[in-house]
């Protein structure tokens, strides 16, 4: 006699997406353990990012066009996409940059300030007007982070950041912004794989100008160089970054940014553990925040 037929609940598209948005956003969050084991300049690591990352992202718009229900790019489309591939490069830049003068978990905190720009942005230039929960998240979040960066400005923490470091972060973090709110209105007008894949073509380039404008060191020197560069672009980008571009059809532009704090916290654990950078508990219950703001955003 056979077992009886087990119906299995398919998941929600909406909690697929959002785990989808979750896990590209811990993706992202290695990328500054990966700069930091790269023997390349700022701009140079971004330049192989996206080096990395183009096979795969031209092979995910390859089968896009193969699939039913194609979303053929409109006219309106290409200047959203080069304005992501342009505001991304800035991020990449000043937030690899920034990696060279503070910490990690100081530059990925306040690289991660972006949902405060993509809130109000989003707000003033694409009319999404945020709901309550969404604010009250906003603002939970960015209590989280302001916990989380506190000692290191008042001398407690076990590292400091340079003004000039943190700085930089913050420039990356109003970069990031721009970049979601372009991501964003390219999406009502072309599908995820053609604005990874294009945007990210477009950083390349201005990522290898600036590493031959400033002088850097593009090639990596060694075996780690390689591994960490080629995993800034297979994990961080093409994994995360994907990822996020994918769910963004889904989520709006405020929601969506929110989720992106949590790069943040996985950042600050993973530099702890490989590079002794311990947060203190100050710091521990900004992360606690980080993570309630993450479930407002989910029920909301």
């Known amino acids: ?27 992202i969050g290695f990328s500054g353990i990966f700069v930091r084991l790269a023997d390349v300049g700022p701009a140079a690591a971004g330049f192989w990012r996206m080096i990395f990352a183009l096979p795969i992202l031209a092979a995910w718009t390859a089968l896009e066009r193969r699939g039913p229900a194609r979303n053929m790019p409109r006219s309106g489309a290409f200047g959203a996409i080069a304005l992501a591939g342009i505001a991304f490069g800035f991020d990449v830049v000043l937030y690899n940059a920034a990696l060279g003068h503070t910490t990690i978990a ?104 600036a590493a031959l404008a400033l002088g850097e060191q593009i090639v990596p020197a060694s075996l780690q160089g390689w591994l960490a560069v080629a995993a800034l672009g297979l994990v961080s980008h093409a994994l995360g970054q994907g990822l996020i571009t994918l769910s963004l059809g889904s989520y709006g532009a405020s929601a969506a940014s929110l989720v992106m704090v949590w790069p943040a916290l996985v950042s600050v654990l993973a530099a702890w553990a490989l590079f002794g950078e311990q947060p203190t508990p100050v710091q521990a219950f900004g992360g606690v925040a980080i993570l309630a703001a993450v479930l407002l955003v989910r029920r909301g």
Do not use: K, Q
């Open 1 to 27: 006699m056979s077992a009886p037929a087990i119906s299995v609940r398919p998941a929600s598209p909406a909690l697929a997406m959002f785990l989808a948005l979750l896990l590209g956003a811990t993706c």
């Open 106 to 209: 100081n530059a990925s905190l306040l690289g991660n300030l972006a949902p405060v720009g993509v809130v109000l942005g989003g707000w003033l230039l694409l009319g999404e007007r945020p709901s309550r929960r969404i604010l009250g998240a906003l603002m939970l979040a960015v209590a989280g982070a302001l916990l989380l960066v506190l000692p290191r400005f008042s001398g407690t923490a076990p590292a400091s950041g340079t003004l000039f470091g943190d700085s930089l972060a913050f420039a990356a973090a109003l970069s990031y912004a721009g970049y979601i709110l372009a991501v964003r209105r390219a999406r009502d007008h072309a599908d995820a794989g053609r604005v990874s894949l294009i945007s990210s073509a477009i950083c390349a380039v201005f990522c290898l100008a």
